[in-house]
């Protein structure tokens, strides 16, 4: 009896051992691994900022050229229906000036 109770005493010394350092490694653990959670969430919202920044220079650079575009168009569409040519032109000048004017129309 007095050797089962000493193995009992043993054995709780046993698992009592390294008991404290394991725990506070696991807490160390548990700790890294959320840690390590939250910068890949941040990370990936930094990457998200880069998208939206690029996708928003990109539209403002559009709305950019629209802007030109549409005073573009509104300038060439004045030659076009107000422009007068005056004198006697050869056919070829006037054809050349319509199509530059067309073309930057339809640019």
């Known amino acids: 009896m007095v050797l089962l109770e000493a ?10 051992y ?5 725990q ?7 700790s890294r691994d959320v840690q390590k959670y939250k910068m890949q969430v941040e ?5 998200r900022e880069d998208i939206e920044d690029l996708v928003k220079l990109t539209v403002d650079k559009m709305d950019m050229y629209h802007l030109v575009s549409a005073v573009v168009l509104g300038f060439t569409t004045s030659i076009f ?6 004198g006697a032109s ?3 000048y006037i054809a050349t000036y319509f199509m530059t004017i067309g073309c930057g129309w339809l640019y």
Do not use: H, K, M, V
């Open 81 to 86: 229906t107000e422009g007068r040519i005056w």
């Open 24 to 30: 506070f490694d696991n807490e160390q653990r548990i």
């Open 43 to 47: 990370r990936f919202e930094l990457f």
């Open 18 to 22: 390294n008991r404290e350092n394991f």
């Open 90 to 92: 050869p056919p070829s």
């Open 7 to 16: 193995f009992g005493l043993a054995s709780a010394e046993l698992f009592q």
